[in-house]
């Protein structure tokens, strides 16, 4: 018996292609969302590479094979940190693959068992910007350009 496949959808790319990203969302989705809150809504969530390795292996241990990318909205009254109230948000939920009973190949939300009952293999209270920024988060990104050096040598 062979193991699936896990699909692979996701790919790398360029400056424009993230900046093409960044202002439709801005002038399509954050203007209006903003203008109804009375205040900045988050344009981006951070995370260090740290916590994300950690939430990465904890899901490959709980045997998932993705990760699923939700947005999400705090609630109005959000006592565990009111500077998050009424904000946008990701919250990573993993994933395992698969295949329905008519054959169709699904990355279904995993759960695993809990004292508590099943919970999600979940990841989520990153710091959005605004109000985490450094600088004007309506300007593009500047970042220190870091020359990639090749994986084999």
Known sequence: ??????M????FVDNKHVTMLRENY?????????ERLGKPDSLSVWYSLDELKQYIATAEEAGA????VYFG????VFPENILLQDKQTIVFV?????????GKTENK???????????MVAFNFGLPCPPGCV????????????ELQPANR
Do not use: F, H, L
């Open 8 to 11: 692979k959808v996701g790919q």
């Open 65 to 68: 094979d993705g990760i699923r």
């Open 109 to 119: 939300d995993m759960y695993v068992s809990t004292p508590r009952g099943p919970e």
């Open 26 to 34: 801005t002038e399509k989705r954050w203007k209006a969302n903003s």
């Open 135 to 146: 600088g004007d988060p309506y300007k593009k990104s500047v970042c220190e350009t870091v």
């Open 73 to 76: 909205v705090y609630p109005s």
């Open 94 to 102: 993993a994933t395992r693959q698969k295949s329905s009973e008519t």
């Open 1 to 6: 018996m062979s193991a699936a496949k896990t």
